[in-house]
């Protein structure tokens, strides 16, 4: 076992996640991996992997491996590298408990199968696993586990966090725990109500000789059937411990991991309480809990058994990748040496409006208190980004779980678009208060807006949406034109007549400016909005190639209709080949986009560009049946096992990365919900 990899080559997409709606465990976050379907990898098994607690952007350990020694054979296999089929999947759409179960064949053509079941515990800080394992033959087995240790290198708080680990033998059980100093966790297992390791063993990741070589080395690369035990260790850590079962051709054990911040004690309780609790309790409590969150959803079932399921997985999604701070991170995914565990105020704008229209407000109401603590609203040297930008007003980029700022850049879609938001879930709600509390905030984001002038009758430039030009960008104008629509609309319910007429009338001349900045004739592929005007730099030009971020300028934002012929110019361009996916109707970001698996432009499209595209088709006439069809039927072609949308497929459909985006999750909600209403929900005023 090594890193997590850093190559785009070999991606891991994260098929399903898990977290419980309430209780001890609310905040902690599960990955889940089935490599089968990627072409791209030689794995065919699947794999716990990154998990998080107290914060989403922190790994406390990731890549939990189960392996079976069998010792008549001599033979060491392991479920992710070596199965010969696996399955993963939520026990239902609205019940997220992980199920995994990996299928063995050994050398003398006998086979067995590994199935893991997982929850987060409600009662405790602790995750629970179910393991259970049958063989066709009496051989004599030691089974194993696992995992790299991500608290130290993995921590976005502190990249130089001291990570320690040790055995502890107590009387009645034993505990491997680690901690950084800030948090802790302890493994313990238990079979036939035994609660002991069968050799263990504390080792340094990636060293596969000495006497500091890893678990996984010792385990799995030596291939002998024991594990040298090491009681402690410090630095960058895998563990394992081992389990003899003799003969038995079925065994089911548990594996507890508990969390705690205040110690190592605090963290071992925990495990051993979720021991003491039992699989079926914890079970119990972690489907109440989720079928009580389900059932404080407002919107009801559509009848399509397809969509409402769909539905349902995509709500279960985002309620799982809500952080302890009550926004929701963008996704449980690492692409390249990065990570989607940030919180984008983009996103928790468009997660924002799937919650409102499913009936989520709670959530929704949480996510619009965290974009208003996090907005920027001093002035001095530290209110000012690389490029000198006073930025009081906006918001930062993109934000660690704890409200501190990663990424600086300036969008205009997040500066517009949590305008946006407060205005929408106060028309939904017609709460006064809610209009007050937040009104500061809109109020401050569109007096930016009023000054981010280019003097010239448009907004300034700024960072397109796919972060990777700086120009006029089509997007980020249009959702800065909405944000003062909205906000004029709030001024007035206020009795602020002066500041709604600023609002109206500049968003009036931005939108009479927005063809001459944002749309050109005569490019390479034809008549189109672009990525942006008068771009600093990139590949393809930014401002010579359509983007599927030009349909946001009709929604949410309505500031083209659908019908535009500058519009439905665009969307036709969307059936060429070398924008959609060959062979599966999904639209890509842009023509040669090289944010790909293999850093190269590739054949394929993203789920969320096609719904955005799918609407304006939809609306304008150009294909009315387009958004039925996504919801019903090429939706189902894009998700993975566990039937979640990711955020970009292959030209055949299959899931390349990034299974649980949750901006593709969102977009889901938000089409079946404009299909039921037969408009396109969440549109900001026009002009």
């Known amino acids: 076992m090594t890193e997590p990899p850093t190559d785009f080559a070999v991606p891991s997409d994260k098929d399903a996640i898990t977290s419980t709606p309430a209780g001890q465990s609310q905040h902690i976050l599960v990955t889940a991996n089935r490599y089968a379907d990627n072409h791209r990898v030689e794995y065919d098994g699947a794999i716990i992997e990154e998990t998080s607690a107290f914060r989403s952007d922190v790994e406390l350990f990731y890549d939990l491996h189960t392996l079976v020694w069998d010792r008549d054979l001599g033979e060491t296999h392991d ?10 999947d939520w026990a239902s759409s609205t019940v997220p408990e992980l199920k995994l179960e990996n299928e063995l064949r050994f050398g003398d053509g006998t086979e067995g199968v590994v199935r893991q079941d997982i929850v987060a515990s409600s009662n405790q800080c602790s995750i629970l696993v179910r393991n259970t394992a049958t063989f066709e033959t009496p051989h004599e087995r030691t089974l194993f586990t696992v995992f790299n240790l991500g608290i130290k290198g993995h921590s976005h ?3 130089n966090a001291v990570q320690s680990a040790h055995v502890v033998h107590a009387e009645e059980y034993d505990a491997l725990t680690a901690t950084d100093g800030n948090r802790h966790l302890a493994f313990v297992q238990s079979y036939d109500n035994r609660r002991r390791f069968d050799g263990h063993r504390i080792g340094t990741t990636g060293e596969s000789q000495g006497p500091e070589r890893s678990a996984w080395a010792d385990v799995y690369e030596e291939n002998d059937g024991w594990i040298d035990s090491t ?4 630095g960058n850590l895998d563990a394992g411990f081992g389990l003899y079962v003799g003969d038995a051709e079925s065994i089911e054990w548990l594996t507890a991991i508990g969390f705690a911040k205040e110690s190592e004690d605090r963290a071992i309780e925990h495990a051993l309480d979720a021991l003491d609790t039992g699989y079926d309790a914890e079970r119990d409590d972690f489907a109440d809990a989720w079928n009580e969150w389900n059932d404080g959803i407002t919107t009801g079932p559509t009848g399509d058994e397809f969509v409402d399921n769909l539905y349902e997985r995509s709500l279960t999604s985002l309620k799982c990748a809500e952080d302890h701070c009550q926004a929701m991170i963008a996704g449980a995914f690492k692409p390249t040496d990065m990570t989607y565990k940030f919180i984008w105020p983009r996103d928790q704008v468009i997660i924002i409006q799937a919650l409102v229209a499913a009936g989520a407000f709670d959530e929704a109401r949480q996510a619009l208190d965290w974009l208003d603590r996090v907005q920027i609203t001093d002035t001095d040297e530290e209110t000012a980004d690389d490029r000198g930008i006073d930025r009081r007003g906006t918001w930062w980029q993109n934000y660690y779980t704890t409200g501190e700022p990663h990424w600086r850049a300036l969008q205009l879609d997040q500066v517009g678009g949590p ?8 028309q939904e709600t017609d709460d006064k208060e809610l209009l007050d509390s937040h009104y500061e905030m809109s109020e401050l984001a569109a007096e930016f807006l009023l000054e981010w002038d280019n003097g010239y009758g448009f907004p300034e430039k700024h960072q397109d949406p796919w972060e990777e030009v700086w120009g006029y960008s089509t997007e980020g104008s249009a959702a800065a034109i909405a944000g003062l629509r909205c ?8 009795d602020d007549e002066d500041f709604a007429i600023d609002c109206r009338e500049r968003a009036s001349v931005w939108a009479e400016n927005f063809q001459q900045y944002c749309y050109r004739e005569g490019t390479a592929y034809g008549d189109h909005y672009v990525t942006a005007g008068e771009p600093e730099h990139g590949t393809p030009a930014p401002d010579g190639r359509p983007d599927a971020a030009a349909f946001m300028a009709y929604w949410p934002w309505n500031v083209l209709d659908s019908d535009d012929d500058t519009l439905v110019s665009t969307v036709e361009l969307a059936d060429d080949p070398v924008w959609k996916a060959d062979g599966t109707p999904c639209v890509g970001r842009y023509p040669g986009d090289v944010y790909t698996p293999s850093r190269t432009a590739e054949d394929g499209g993203w789920p969320l560009c096609e719904a ?3 609407v304006v088709r939809w609306r304008s006439g150009v294909d009315p049946g387009a958004v039925e069809d996504f919801v019903t039927d090429h939706a189902g072609e894009w998700t993975t096992s566990a039937g979640l949308l990711p ?3 292959d030209g055949d459909g299959t899931v390349t990365w990034n299974s649980n985006l949750q901006w593709s999750q969102a977009m889901y909600v938000l089409l079946v919900e404009s299909h039921r209403r037969n408009e396109p929900y969440g549109m900001a005023p026009g002009e």
């Not at 479920?79 to 993963?88: Q, V």
């Not at 009681?231 to 410090?234: L, M, P, R, T």
């Open 487 to 494: 906000m004029a609309e709030m001024a007035d319910a206020v």
């Open 157 to 159: 708080e502190d990249p």
């Open 647 to 649: 955020e970009r497929v």
């Open 419 to 426: 305008i946006y938001a407060h205005w929408l879930l106060w």
């Open 79 to 88: 479920g992710r590298n070596d199965a010969i089929e696996s399955a993963l």
């Open 231 to 234: 009681a402690s260790g410090i």
């Open 612 to 614: 955005y595209a799918d």
